[in-house]
């Protein structure tokens, strides 16, 4: 019996959505799992300066962080965050000694660096594994410290040859999710069980778990739709935002919904989904077989999330808010072209990622010990 260690980050809510999935299968399975905020548990002061950091930069500089995202793929600046992790080994130690940890696994890549250095740092052999919420494979994410890697990403022949690691450590099993409704409900039943407007055409506008999107603006391009329509406005755990939409007259029928752990069913629920292509919420919808619209996503992470969905033909990018407006319009009553987009979605959805990376886990667990 193992006894694992989630290491999770409250940046944004898609790491530890993740790290739930996991431990739900994991518990399924019989083992005992503990989830933990790591920068939290460290110190509630690295996590509000983590967080901070990370939301100041996107919202006020994104562009920069594009950059120093773009720059880390030529350049290894980001082993910095390793060194750092330096001073909190002691820290993350007493961590896995009191949770008596044997497996670790990381669903954020600057806890996973934290945790390569002190496997380094202390000559430790538990196996580290690291679960990867974007669908890009960046070259920040290798250590040699990690015994696994699980990705969206279809490329991992191409990632493994070009950063000299063994096929063997790569697993492309998707983005592990809890688990969706099921999609041969209609969506207008899913919306009866919602208590929404069955018959009405139904968007939903995602900022994820931090509310980080500009729905206001979205909601006054939407005016300009004819037809009536239903919006559902996901606003997490951003209070202030709820209460600035709430102000908002609209000719359309909007519903301000904040953090719910139904989010998937609201999704299923909806036509489409906009949103800025954060890697878990992006999963959901393909699970939900809901075309995406993707506006303004953060520059770097989201911007190579974007691309890979673009690329196999289950999203489509609005560069200004317009934009979102006719994707609506077109997405909505152009039956053939809607279909396309879920049909690509069918194609490419893996709602079972989270069984199948357990599954791997524990069978490379077992190979371990057998050695």
């Known amino acids: 019996m193992s006894q694992i260690t989630i290491f999770s ?7 530890n959505e993740a790290s739930k999935a996991l431990k739900e299968q994991f518990e399924l399975q019989g083992e ?3 989830i933990v905020d790591t920068f939290q548990s460290i110190h509630p002061l690295l996590h509000k300066t983590f967080l901070e950091l990370y939301l100041k930069m996107i919202e006020k500089t994104p562009r920069l962080w594009g950059r120093l995202y773009r720059y880390s793929e030529e350049y290894s600046w980001f082993l910095v965050l390793d060194q750092l992790g330096t001073f909190f080994c002691e820290k993350l130690n007493s961590i896995i000694n009191k949770q008596r940890t044997n497996v670790m696994i990381s669903t954020h890549p600057f806890v996973t ?6 496997k380094k740092k202390k000559n430790l052999t538990l196996p580290l594994y690291t679960v990867i919420t974007d669908l890009y494979l960046h070259p920040a994410y290798v250590r040699p410290e990690i015994d696994g890697y699980f990705t969206a990403s279809p490329h ?3 990632f493994a040859s070009e950063h000299n690691l063994s096929l063997d450590q790569l697993f492309c099993t998707g983005i592990p999710i809890k688990e969706i409704p099921d999609v041969t409900i209609p969506r207008w039943k899913v919306r009866n069980d919602l208590k929404l407007q069955p018959d009405e055409k139904t968007i939903l506008i995602s900022g994820g778990g931090l509310g980080l999107c500009k729905y206001e603006e979205i909601l006054m391009s939407l005016e300009n739709i004819e037809q009536n329509i239903q919006i559902l406005c996901m606003t997490g755990t951003n209070n202030e935002l709820k209460e600035k ?3 908002i007259q ?4 909007v519903h301000v919904i904040p953090y719910t752990d139904q989010f998937t069913k609201y999704l299923r629920a909806s036509d489409l989904v ?3 292509a954060g890697g878990l919420t992006v999963s959901e919808a393909l699970a939900c077989e809901t075309p995406i619209i993707i506006y303004q996503p953060v520059p770097g992470h989201e911007e190579d999330n974007a691309e890979f969905l673009m690329e196999f033909g289950t999203a489509v990018k609005a560069d200004e808010v317009t934009g979102v407006t ?5 997405m909505l009553y152009n039956e053939k072209y809607y279909n396309e987009l879920v049909e690509n979605a069918r194609k490419l959805k893996k709602p079972d990622a989270a069984k199948h990376i357990v599954y791997a886990i524990k069978e490379l667990v077992q190979t371990k010990q057998v050695l």
């Open 9 to 15: 980050a409250s940046i944004g809510n898609g790491h």
């Open 32 to 34: 005992t799992v503990t």
């Open 113 to 118: 660096a934290f945790l390569a250095r002190l």
């Open 156 to 158: 991992i022949n191409d």
């Open 245 to 247: 939409i709430l102000q």
């Open 250 to 253: 609209s000719k359309h029928r």
């Open 274 to 276: 906009v949103s800025k």
């Open 326 to 330: 006719s994707h609506v319009q077109k």
